[in-house]
């Protein structure tokens, strides 16, 4: 899955809670080439949730507020 693919599916995580399930969910069954699109989606839709706005592209000033 590229990381588009990515953050669309896990656009569908309302809560931070959920979208932790899912990331230990498939921090282990993914390749490493896989893992490294997963990661980079996650921390969009962390950006995301943080903001309560939808991006295509995070702005830089977003990423010190995420945790």
């Known amino acids: 899955m590229t990381k588009q693919e990515w953050i669309l599916r896990l656009r569908r995580c309302a ?7 899912v990331i230990e969910k498939n921090k ?3 390749s ?6 997963f990661n980079a ?3 969009h ?3 995301e949730m943080t903001m309560g706005k939808l991006y295509d592209r995070v702005p830089p000033g977003v990423w010190k507020f995420v945790k």
């Open 32 to 37: 490493d080439d896989e893992l490294e699109h």
């Open 15 to 21: 809560s931070k809670e959920t979208l932790e399930r």
């Open 41 to 43: 989606a996650v921390d």
């Open 28 to 30: 282990y069954s993914l």
């Open 45 to 47: 839709r962390l950006a």
